[in-house]
């Protein structure tokens, strides 16, 4: 009678089997019904031999599984989990997370074993992913939040532009509403539910230019001059020209900061040049 119970056991979990995971079905008493193929390695002992016996007697702390599987039988816990050290023959004990849930039959319960460093890892990758979705969150509610003021910005320097008569203002007030218009397509690829491809198209290396020395003589309008020196006869190339833009205005940017010392001495200087260049390789 034995051997017909273990064998239906067998038949009933042999999905388990399936699993790296170690897996023990026992009663609520403590005595195995069945150990999968991956706790038999673990333990160094065979499916048979445990059938029947105290699955407690697989750990350090005995009483502790006994403890957990009355919790676990008497609706106390719908799961259970703590740590524990789990006996290998001929080897040092296995420190490991141990998980109890009811089975499908009264009476039963499933014991999943999973060793502390894969659980570790399991648990950073888990934080990793919420992390990762709190931060999206975080960008398209900012996002959200910079999109508001941004159609306002940029109709009071529409306004502003219609006011003003100096040609110097009004070059202030287009770049106003150029930025605005730069970082609402920003905003816009930041709310859209997946990353949008590069919008290419034919780029002007020197409108490029002209837009970033434009932003920058806005930021430093007395003490730093932007020298031009365009090799006019530059096609037009294919391109993503916003991202040009961003990363032109970066470079400069960086630049006219560490020139803090030149631009206090009233003589900073930055040259935009443009040349065509043949067998050039950019390193990562």
């Known amino acids: 009678m034995v051997f017909g119970k ?13 699993l790296a995971t170690l897996i023990a079905v026992v009663k609520r008493d403590g005595a195995v019904l069945f150990a999968n193929a991956a706790l038999e390695d673990v333990l160094g002992t065979s499916r048979r031999t445990l059938e029947g016996s105290s699955f407690g007697a697989c750990f350090n702390e005995p009483q502790v599984l006994q403890t957990a599987l009355d919790g676990a039988s008497t609706n106390d816990f719908a799961t259970l989990r703590y740590e524990a050290f789990l006996r290998r ?9 141990v998980t109890l849930a009811q089975s499908d039959r009264v009476g039963e319960l499933i014991v999943e074993l999973s ?13 990793l992913l919420d992390q990762a979705q ?10 959200h939040e910079i999109k508001n003021p941004l159609g306002g910005i940029r109709g009071a320097a529409q306004l502003l532009q219609m006011e003003v008569e100096s040609r110097d203002l009004i070059e202030y007030t287009q770049v106003i509403i150029h930025e605005a218009d730069r970082l609402q397509t920003l905003v816009d690829r930041l709310l859209a539910p997946h990353r949008r491809p590069h919008v290419v198209g034919d780029v002007n290396i020197h409108e490029v230019c002209e837009r970033v020395r434009s932003v920058i ?17 530059i096609p037009e190339f294919r391109g993503d020209r916003e991202q ?8 400069v940017h960086n630049a006219a900061q560490a020139l803090v010392e030149r631009r206090a001495a009233g003589d900073a200087q930055i040259t935009l040049r443009t040349r065509i260049a043949r067998q050039v390789i950019f390193n990562k």
């Open 6 to 18: 273990a064998s239906s056991a067998s038949k009933r979990f042999q999905a388990f089997d399936l």
């Open 89 to 97: 023959m001929g080897q040092e004990p296995l420190p490991v997370q």
């Open 115 to 127: 060793p502390l460093d894969q659980q570790v890892k399991q648990d950073r990758e888990e934080r």
């Open 134 to 143: 709190a931060n999206k969150e975080l960008i398209r509610n900012l996002a």
């Open 217 to 233: 003589l806005a930021e430093f309008p007395r003490d730093l001059h932007i020298e031009r020196d365009f090799d006019v006869s």
């Open 244 to 251: 040009l833009i961003q990363a032109t205005l970066n470079i």
